[in-house]
């Protein structure tokens, strides 16, 4: 899953960037991000990861790295989502501190020099958090309420409301990430298990200056259920008191038709009643099912051991 990374590394810094069809941001990115890398090391690298770009986004990264040797391009073989993605990056970086930030440049960049100094006082992990979610929708907003509070409570990891990808990592904190071998990968609630010294930096995030995002509504529920899975089993556990309580609703219910069939004599069965109650115990029993079969696939998925990703070039 991991390149082998070399013992002497002169590179101070390095920034990690997964791209995908982002040929409108490309130039963008560069002329905003390159200026901030030199006014903070003298020794830096970009490192862009390919990740399987239909469009233009690799011809122009072979291009711009005419012009800027400290480009090193990764290529992969085909699209294997941001998670896996952003993981390839981080294996390939040689820095003593990486920063990893999405081309849509979104989360600040501004807040590259300050993260650089919050790490140079000593700090293994700078965290960028959401000020505010203005920017959303009403459906976006109360939905990422509603899964951090979800989350948090069923989780023994802590996960900061609103942090995302756009942190450093020291090269001691980078190399733990590494060695974690999951690959239904939730990068964000690793990040938090980890531990380490942390700083975190507010700021309200900003519109995409250009492109489409590559997040819908279905891609962040999978998003979702991912952290779930992958941090809490609770909702496996959950099933075994639902089963309780329902069995003994059942019982009591029971004895309540034996008292009342003794002492008023056969009652008439209803037929919308004994549906409702059919219907009911189906739904519940597919649901629970369904939970189950969420983390039954996963553990097929980690029994495979596929490699997370696969480097088709890497140009340096």
């Known amino acids: 899953m991991t390149a082998p990374i070399a013992d002497h590394r002169p590179v101070e810094l390095s920034v990690v960037c997964p791209m995908a069809n982002e040929q409108d941001m490309l130039q963008i990115f560069f002329e905003t991000v390159r200026p901030l890398i030199e006014s903070c090391s003298d020794s830096w690298e970009i ?156 700021r309200a995030r900003a519109d995409r200056a250009q492109g489409q995002t590559k997040w819908n509504y279905r891609k962040l529920y999978g998003f979702a259920i991912d952290g779930i899975t992958s941090f809490s089993s609770v909702p496996l556990k959950m099933w075994s008191w639902l089963g309780f309580l329902l069995a003994l609703g059942a019982f009591i219910y029971g004895m309540v038709i034996i008292t009342r069939t003794l002492v008023f004599g056969v009652d008439q069965p209803g037929y919308a009643s004994l549906m409702t109650v059919i219907l009911f115990f189906n739904g519940i029993t597919l649901i629970g099912i369904g939970i189950m079969g969420e983390y039954l696939a996963r553990i097929f998925i980690e029994t495979k051991r596929r490699p997370l990703y696969i480097v088709r070039k890497v140009y340096e």
């Open 47 to 202: 490192v862009v990861v390919n990740d399987g770009s239909t469009d233009q986004t690799l011809a122009q990264l072979i291009e711009v790295r005419e012009t800027m040797p400290e480009l090193r391009i990764v290529d992969l073989s085909r699209n294997f989502g941001k998670e896996a993605a952003l993981t390839a990056g981080l294996a390939h970086a040689q820095g003593e501190a990486v920063i990893m930030i999405d081309a849509d440049l979104q989360d600040p960049p501004e807040l590259i020099p300050e993260m650089v100094a919050c790490w140079r006082e000593g700090y293994d992990v700078v965290t960028h958090v959401r000020s505010n979610r203005d920017s959303d929708s009403v459906l976006k907003r109360t939905s990422a309420n509603a899964f951090y509070t979800l989350i948090n409570k069923i989780s023994d990891t802590d996960i900061t409301p609103n942090a995302g990808d756009y942190r450093l990592l020291t090269r001691a904190a980078l190399e733990a990430f590494l060695s974690l071998e999951e690959r239904t990968r939730f990068n964000k609630g690793l990040f938090e298990w980890l531990g380490f010294r942390e700083k975190q930096l507010y």
